[in-house]
């Protein structure tokens, strides 16, 4: 179903968006990913191993970067959007310019690509933005980022109606093993994942794969609309 769609993937130089990007490839998709850094997209291309791929550099941050990205990709037909940097930190003890900061990259980014790639988007295609659990399941030191995720899923919610027939979805990941901790010690990050591993229903943190399945199910389900995904091995349960 995605054969000869063109799909734009920013943030698809890494993590989920890198298995979204080789996912849609191998379903036949036209491939447009798009990052901050440009060695990271390269590497991105090669990995991807297939002709049907492009990059571009882009700070979503930057709205008239965004709106001249869009400007230059043609008629799509489907947007993903998982890039974001996130934090975390006391409530009281956080520096307020770092909630901003998250805002700026996750609210105002993913705002910025549905508001100028909207009309680039064929009526029957899609635009998925990312959430995450912490919009759901209130976890201490991530009273910023639950916030700006609640208020991502809210656009989804509204921009269903107002872009209609084009479909936006929200995917919300929890604790998925992707390239973000890679920040972390191997050994602290691998006990991290163990400790949680084992309090999940599902036994397990999930992973970019799994995410990106979530994806292209909202892409190619054409009765799918206006929804939150949530991808997180049960961890609402708990």
Do not use: C
């Not at 698809?12 to 890198?18: A, F, T």
């Not at 899609?126 to 639950?146: D, N, P, Q, R």
Request: glycine share 10%.
């Amino acid at each position: 179903m995605l054969k000869n769609k063109k799909v734009v993937i920013i943030g698809g130089s890494s993590g989920i968006g890198l298995e979204t990007a080789r996912q849609a490839a191998a379903e036949g998709a036209e491939v447009i990913i798009a990052s901050r850094t440009e060695e990271k997209l390269r590497t991105a291309v090669e990995a991807l191993g297939v002709d049907k791929a492009a990059a571009f550099q882009l700070d979503t941050t930057d709205e008239e970067r965004v709106r001249s990205f869009f400007g230059t990709a043609g008629p799509i037909d489907h947007l993903v959007i998982t890039a974001a940097e996130t934090a975390g930190g006391p409530f009281l003890s956080t520096d307020s310019a770092q909630a901003r900061q998250l805002f700026d990259n996750k609210f105002w980014g993913q705002y910025y690509a549905a508001k100028y790639g909207a009309p680039r988007i064929s009526p029957q295609g899609s635009i998925t933005l990312f959430s995450g659990i912490v919009a759901y399941k209130a976890m201490a030191g991530s009273a910023a980022l639950g916030a700006v995720n609640a208020a991502v899923a809210a656009l989804g919610r509204t921009l269903a109606l107002e872009l209609a027939p084009v479909r936006v979805n929200v995917v919300s990941p929890g604790i998925i093993d992707t390239p973000s901790r890679s920040k972390m010690a191997p050994e602290a990050r691998q006990q991290l994942y163990a400790s949680l591993a084992g309090k999940l229903p599902a036994q397990r943190v999930g992973t970019a794969d799994d995410v990106a399945r979530t994806v292209l199910y909202l892409m190619t389900n054409s009765f799918v609309t206006g929804t939150v995904a949530h991808v997180e091995g049960g961890h609402l349960l708990m």
